[in-house]
């Protein structure tokens, strides 16, 4: 019998590593329990046990409480009474609401950031976008996401906005669930060449060496669009949430 997303616990294959230091524990696996959300390391609706954790980090019960209650403040977790936590579900009322935010703060970020991106920076991006060529070319999606972020925050620390970038940190955690639903759906659509491994990168790049602002920032936005639109088209309905008529491409914001 299968088991149910809630009655999942801590995948063996996240990189998570032991803390040992006694200054950084606390804030080494609140750090590394926060990287591994935002990049979409774990499933919606896996729990995560303080007792399975704390044995994977190498830790006490509570540096892990600490951790989890962090990120339940953050709504990167749903914290049960005993204290384990929860990856939450998806619902496409969830990540319409998601992707609407994640259009207005990093479009304004990007707005911000690229007009004091370098040289450097730029062919730091360029470099990027080659890689995921590159890495597209294996199917390798995990790296392929963790260029994705080095990609749009290289960018959005350009802004030198603090506020906005923590905004978008909160918007990326809140996100990973459906970053790894979006790793299980772009392989088949990387082989079968409908996506661009690169998604809009390669334009921005162009805009930006062309020195063309305005195009690089409309092209951050249209490459937020175009995830929103692969997992429109993959996004489980939860019981819930019935799918209306009109859903799906044609309700598309």
Known sequence: MNESPSEKETSVRIALEPVSSRTTIQEGVYQQLRNALMAGNFDPGQTLTIASLAETFGTSNMPVREALRRLAAENALEVAAN????????????LDDLCRARIA??????ELGIPNLTPTDIAALERIAVDQHAI?????????MAKNQQFHFTI????GSEVLLQLIE???LRFGPYMRMLSASVEP??????LDPAGQHVPIVEALKAGDF???RDGVVADIRRTHEILRDYCPVTQDEPRSK?????SRR
């Open 189 to 194: 659509l990387m082989r079968s060449g409908e």
């Open 136 to 144: 597209g070319l294996g199917s390798n999606v995990y790296d392929l």
């Open 170 to 172: 909160t918007l990326w």
């Open 246 to 250: 009109g859903s799906g491409s044609a």
């Open 105 to 110: 703060v990093e479009g304004l970020a990007a």
């Open 83 to 94: 204290g384990s936590a929860r990856i939450p579900m998806v619902t496409l009322a969830r």
């Open 214 to 216: 305005a195009a690089a």
């Open 156 to 159: 959005y620390r350009a802004s």
